[in-house]
């Protein structure tokens, strides 16, 4: 809840997409700025003093900053606290972001994904988007039956998400091993009472009105799942991206695995039709959002556009994908192993295993 | 030398009590900060760069068990 002294990410969140252009102080170290900054659809004015120069030298740290309204952030939101106040205290009307950058990292957005409306089938589509990494998750609604794609740690939105959806039986299930961040699947259907699902290549499972279709994609990892809804909605996990195909590198075999990659893309998908829509669960910048404020594209498109795509050649893919090997996502090593549920870990480390953006795709540069 | 512990202290309070400590020391006194978090390290850091009173002499990570202890060394400019 946001008050005179306090805002919360999803107003901030609004105020910025809406183009109401507030100005953000953040009070981050240099490194942690330069890392990971709030985002936003519309552009807004982001100044940068470190909270300790507050501590420093107040009077010089405040005339660094403008004389109107500012949103005032940091990592968990304790030393943006303390500098809203000293602000307010010198008659800058200052606001602190309620939980920092944590509490940005973890928001996540319900989207409906908007359907033909001559589309056969009582189905609802919807995407959860996690905007602090650029994680997207999956509830599929049909008839009082629901599955769940990947959601995130965040799991107290999905269950309520359900519960106001009136939703009888669940499936919750992963399109693979997540290396960037925590997978929320075994929580929610502890949670939820719900099946922990597991599907093979091929094998399907009825979702209310629909089916529910799982594709082998070897490529991202070597158990990597697209998951085909209704026939049309390709839930494409690591393996598709709406810019980018997913990184074959972080198993230390990129030579192996992007063959397999090529192979997913060129024959294990190559099947499916041109309209196919597909959702997948990262992107990369709020370019890929679309005015639906979805992130999803055809499969069509995404054969015409992307470079990963025009390779006929299975050893000039593997050599493209050796030059897109780039740093891996951070303890992304520890993170697996929690996420097959191998080792946990308290609240707090989790947070900060997961800090910053994700980095799945082959390419950043798009 | 001095010593402040700051243990269990978040953001920003191991530096506003460590700025405290300074400002009543006399030049060339030394203060050793124990703290828990982990983003003391680089705060320690940033701060020390521009600040006209402190300077960072050392920073070390210990074991407590399983606990990991920072250890920031200070002295008055």
Same mark, same amino acid.
């Given at each position: 809840?946001? %008050? ?10 609004? +105020? ?17 700025? !330069?890392?990971?900054?709030?985002e ?28 109107? $309204? ?5 990592? +968990? ?22 939980? !920092? ?17 001559? $589309? ?54 992963d ?21 922990? %699902? ?12 629909i ?5 082998a994609?070897?490529?991202? %990892? ?18 598709l ?16 695995w ?17 309209? %196919?829509?597909? #959702? ?29 795509? +025009? ?33 946990t ?22 | ?12 309070m191991?530096?506003?009590k ?27 850091k !940033? ?26 060394? #200070?002295?008055? +400019?």
């Open positions: 809840m946001s %008050t005179a002294t306090e805002i919360d990410v999803k107003e901030l969140l609004a +105020k910025i997409d809406s183009g109401r252009r507030p100005t953000l102080l953040d009070v981050r170290n240099d490194d942690e700025f !330069g890392n990971w900054k709030i936003g659809r519309a552009g807004f004015e982001i100044i940068h003093v470190p909270y300790f120069d507050f501590i420093e030298d107040e009077q010089a740290a405040i005339e660094r900053v403008p004389a109107h $309204e500012v949103v005032v952030v940091c990592a +968990k939101g304790g030393s943006s606290e303390m500098v809203a106040d000293i602000l307010r205290g010198a008659g800058i009307p200052a606001r602190n972001l309620i939980g !920092g950058m944590i509490a940005y990292g973890e928001y996540l957005e319900p989207l409906k994904v908007p359907r033909p409306r001559d $589309e056969e089938g009582d189905f609802e589509i919807w995407q959860f988007n996690r905007r602090g990494k650029g994680c997207l998750s999956y509830a599929i609604l049909s008839e009082g039956d629901a599955i769940v794609v990947d959601p995130s740690r965040a799991i107290d939105v999905y269950a309520s998400f359900l519960e106001q959806s009136g939703v009888r039986k669940v499936h919750v299930l399109t693979h091993v997540h290396a960037d961040h925590v997978s929320g699947s075994r929580s929610l259907a502890e949670r939820l009472g719900a099946d922990h %699902t597991s599907m093979k290549g091929g094998e399907s499972i009825r979702v209310g009105k089916l529910f279709q799982a594709i994609t070897p490529g991202h %990892t070597p158990n990597s799942f697209c998951f085909l809804a209704a026939g049309r909605y390709l839930l494409s996990g690591d393996t991206f709406t810019k980018s195909v997913g990184r074959p590198d972080l198993g230390g075999q990129v030579v192996e992007s063959l397999d990659l090529f192979d997913t893309l060129k024959d294990r998908l190559g099947t499916l039709s041109d309209s %196919t829509l597909v #959702l997948p669960a990262h992107y990369s910048d709020m370019t890929e959002i679309d005015p639906n404020d979805v992130v999803a594209a055809r499969l069509g498109q995404l054969r015409h556009d992307l470079p990963e795509f +025009k390779v006929h050649d299975p050893n000039r893919f593997s050599e493209m994908m050796l030059q897109a090997v780039r740093t891996p996502p951070p303890e992304y090593a520890r993170i697996i192993d929690v996420n097959l549920g191998n080792s870990i308290d609240a707090d480390l989790m947070v900060q295993w997961e800090l910053g953006k994700n980095a799945c795709a082959a390419s950043a540069q798009h | 030398m001095r010593k402040l512990d700051v243990r269990g202290a978040k953001c920003p191991p530096i506003v460590a700025k405290k400590e300074i400002d009543q020391m006399q030049p060339g006194e030394l203060l050793e900060v124990t703290a828990t978090d982990p983003g003391s390290v680089p705060d320690f !940033g701060w020390a760069l521009t600040s006209k009173t402190a300077v960072l002499k050392e920073q070390r990570t210990e074991k407590e068990g399983a606990t990991e202890i920072y250890i920031h060394v #200070l002295e008055r +400019k």
